[in-house]
């Protein structure tokens, strides 16, 4: 116990002794460390972040639409049906919602000019499987699918083009031969851009009602909202199987889901954090370098120390342990200091980030770089350290 207090008084004395050095030193090792704590924690949160969004879509969601030759004439016994929706849902296991649409264009005349909307009849689920939230008014009920009333929600682009400030809950909106009275104003939950049936000017009505505009009641699109997201591929293969068993040979459906888009997406946010994993330990490996040169220096420098106190009876090991414990000081206290700096920082510029996004930073971040940064002292340290360990007391003691 008397052997390990002088070896630590020495060593801090000796880090006082040169303040701004050890600073200095210190400050690759701090840069170090903040950089893994906030590489760590930014990849977790943008891969978090990437993923909601995509899952917002809807990750347990396979969606199917019939595929036809284009320009040649389809038998309607090759179109999907409501009866091919009862059938999934109670033929298929561990599905949660099923939900049908047909969509197509229609005009609307605001102020004089016509504009092309879409026109989307919905099932009854359609709202809960995509997501879309309802900003004013409501969704459709019961009564509306079954009554076919004449209701419908419209995007909110729509709704500022068509009646401006005004609330349109309650008013007509006239698409095509026939008015609807606005019970709703929604957005997509995540904004597809164009990408699915939702257009920035879109119109649902209930399902029901398509006919009127048709003349049939089958379907064009159709989602399937499976329980669990292991449950997207076998179901995904099971809906297709199901669909083409249903219906006439020479169909074809086009039976997609988003794992393919959420594996890409993990892949790309892997990638990112290795690289950027690459490049603080590289910064700690240039901030250990920098230890071993100092401490090559310091060991230079202290020759006639060194031999002084193993002329009075000190022993290898405690010149070893001596300057390893110096570097190992640099390098654990400029940890800490990093770590602090890189927790530090994304409490900060939380409140510039927007409302739904939190950045908080994760246990693993701060072990990986108290460990990292204090073992990177220690390496790089040894070897001066067995330099000042081995040199002999009398060659010590004539150094100048």
Not at 139 to 147: G, L, N, P, T
Not at 170 to 188: A, D, Q, S, Y
Not at 313 to 340: H, K, N
Not at 348 to 354: A, D
């Amino acid at each position: 116990m008397m052997i390990g207090r002088e070896t630590w008084s020495v060593a801090i004395d000796a880090l006082r002794a040169n303040k701004l050095r050890a600073f200095l030193t210190m400050l690759g090792v701090v840069i170090g460390s903040a950089c893994i704590v906030l590489v760590v924690t930014v990849s977790l949160t943008g891969r978090r972040y990437i993923l909601q969004q995509i899952e917002s879509i809807g990750s347990n969601i396979i969606s199917a639409q019939a595929v036809h030759s284009p320009g040649a004439a389809t038998a309607l016994n090759y179109e999907m049906t409501l009866s091919d929706m009862e059938a999934i849902q109670q033929g298929i296991p561990n599905v949660s919602l099923v939900a049908g649409t047909r969509i197509m264009d229609m005009d609307v005349v605001v102020n004089g000019t016509e504009y092309t909307v879409s026109l989307i009849g919905v099932t009854q689920s359609y709202e809960e499987i995509r997501h879309l939230v309802i900003l004013r008014g409501r969704y459709f009920d019961d009564d509306d699918m079954a009554a076919r009333n004449k209701v419908c929600l419209i995007t909110d682009n729509l709704a500022k083009r068509v009646f401006g400030a005004q609330n349109p809950i309650g008013l007509p909106i006239r698409l095509g031969e026939l008015t609807f009275t606005v019970v709703g104003v929604f957005r997509e939950r995540v904004s597809t851009y164009g990408l699915s049936e939702i257009q920035s000017d879109s119109v649902l009505i209930p399902f029901s009602l398509m006919k009127y505009y048709t003349g049939d009641d089958y379907l064009r699109g159709l989602y399937v909202q499976m329980a669990t997201p292991d449950d997207v591929a076998p179901g995904t293969k099971r809906v297709e199987e199901l669909l083409l068993a249903r219906h006439p040979p020479g169909s074809a459906f086009e039976v997609q889901n988003l794992n393919g888009i959420l594996n890409v997406a993990k892949q790309i946010s892997s990638a990112l954090t290795i690289v950027l994993l690459v490049i603080a330990l590289i910064a700690l490996i240039v901030s250990g370098i920098g230890i071993m040169n100092i401490m090559l220096v310091t060991v230079t420098e202290r020759t006639r120390e060194i031999g002084v106190r193993r002329a009075i009876g000190a022993r290898r090991t405690e010149i070893l342990y001596q300057f390893l414990l110096e570097s190992s000081l640099i390098s654990g206290v400029g940890a800490v200091l990093g770590v602090l700096a890189g927790v530090s920082i994304p409490v900060l510029v939380q409140p510039l980030l927007p409302g739904n996004l939190r950045v908080p930073v994760p246990w693993i971040a701060v072990v990986v770089a108290l460990g990292v940064s204090c073992l990177t002292g220690a390496f790089f340290g040894y070897l001066p350290a067995s330099k000042a360990a081995a040199l002999q007391p009398t060659e010590s003691l004539r150094y100048e």
